[in-house]
């Protein structure tokens, strides 16, 4: 039983290690319509920035600025106000106040940052 499980990801090892070299080729373009050389650099620009994007914290954002997030409305807003603090983001399906469908749209844009700690000794 430990050979086969050995040479199973023996495979699966040699499989990943093909689809990522295949990958990283460079795939063959028409001689007609070669793509513009700032394509990749446009890419590149607005993925940095997006990983940039500061999200917005379920446990300090205003009321105006949950109201920014898609689908959530002025209700909404004030039910995420209510049930704070959270622990993290997906408490906003388990506390029933976003569906599944709804967080997905606002899973990337929200972040539960914990409160920060008192100096007090």
């Known amino acids: 039983m430990k ?3 050995g040479v ?7 499989a990943f290690a093909a689809t990522t070299a ?14 513009p ?7 590149m620009h607005h993925t940095k920035a997006a990983a940039k994007t500061p999200k917005t914290d379920l446990n300090s954002a205003a009321k105006e600025d949950l109201m920014k997030l898609p689908g959530v409305d002025d209700a909404t807003a004030d039910k995420i106000i209510a049930a704070r603090p959270f622990k993290t983001r997906t408490e906003l399906v388990s ?20 409160a920060p700690k008192s100096a007090s000794k």
């Not at 460079?26 to 007609?32: C, D, E, M, N, R």
Request: charged share 15%.
């Open 3 to 5: 050979r086969m499980h």
């Open 22 to 35: 295949l990958a990283d080729e460079p795939q063959s373009t028409p001689a007609t319509s070669p793509a």
């Open 8 to 14: 199973i990801l023996a495979m699966a090892a040699v």
């Open 95 to 114: 506390k029933n106040i976003l569906t599944s469908a709804q967080f997905a749209k606002v899973r990337t844009l929200v972040a539960a940052m914990p």
């Open 37 to 43: 050389a700032t394509t990749s650099a446009k890419t």
